[in-house]
């Protein structure tokens, strides 16, 4: 059983660039979260999809979107890239008042 | 001030100490977890609780609701614990807050 997978593993951009970032869920999980760890912080919560629709979110700007599809997988866009957008942006999913399963992320780094 | 504190942010032990990690909120939570982080980023969930205690091999971890307050122990520390370890809370409105992690380094 595949754990939650990200992809890509690391992507580099420039500034005022668009990117997509990806998660597919563990299997059987419906709620997908997305977090932005700076270098030496702890996670930040950027916003949880439940159901295709945002159920709630951080304090990060509009720049900062995101979909979930109908298989529960989901997508992190974010728009007009800044340099200190640069961070490993994780996905975790979970089922109910389950244990959140974590993938292993992707650095994204923007110059 | 941040709504999860952690302390110690780092810290040191030889192998086989008891090593105790606190974590101090100021929201109404649904649940706390910890977790681990590796270098290279990947995260692993601990434990997750509402209330008491719970144990998983080494590990130990306890949440005080009236106090705000919960502990991850590790007994007979191994240099293979050496990780960052996150507590993270939900609160009641489904949002997390994440403490900024204590830095763990054991030595053989």
């Known amino acids: 059983d595949a754990g939650v997978t990200q992809s890509p593993t690391h992507l580099i951009k420039t500034r005022g660039q668009q990117v997509t970032l990806r998660c597919s869920p563990k299997?059987?999980?419906?709620?997908v979260s997305w977090y932005q760890q700076a270098l030496g912080q702890g996670p930040q919560f950027i916003f949880q999809?439940?159901?295709?629709?945002?159920?709630q979110r951080g304090n990060f700007p509009d720049r900062f979107s995101g979909h979930q599809f109908p298989n529960y997988s989901s997508e992190l866009n974010v728009n007009a890239l800044l340099l200190g957008d640069s961070a490993l942006y994780l996905c975790?999913?979970?089922?109910?008042?389950?244990?959140?399963?974590f993938g292993s992320g992707t650095q994204l780094s923007v110059l | 001030k941040n709504e999860v504190e952690q302390s110690p942010q780092n810290l040191t032990a030889q192998e086989g100490e008891f090593i105790t990690i606190n974590c101090s909120y100021s929201?109404?939570?649904?649940?706390l977890h910890w977790l681990q982080q590796h270098p290279g980023g990947g995260i692993v969930s601990l434990f997750m609780?509402?209330?008491g205690k719970k144990k998983h091999g080494r590990l130990i971890a306890t949440i005080n609701i009236q106090e705000k307050h919960s502990s991850l122990h590790i007994t007979a520390s191994h240099p293979r614990d050496s990780a960052v370890y996150i507590c993270?809370?939900?609160?009641?409105?489904?949002?997390?807050?994440f403490g900024t992690g204590t830095s763990l380094t054991v030595i053989p």
């Open positions: 975790a999913s979970s089922f109910g008042d389950e244990k959140l399963f």
């Open positions: 299997s059987g999980h419906d709620t």
């Open positions: 999809y439940y159901e295709e629709e945002e159920r």
């Open positions: 929201v109404g939570i649904s649940a």
């Open positions: 609780l509402s209330s």
């Open positions: 993270a809370v939900l609160n009641t409105g489904n949002q997390f807050y």
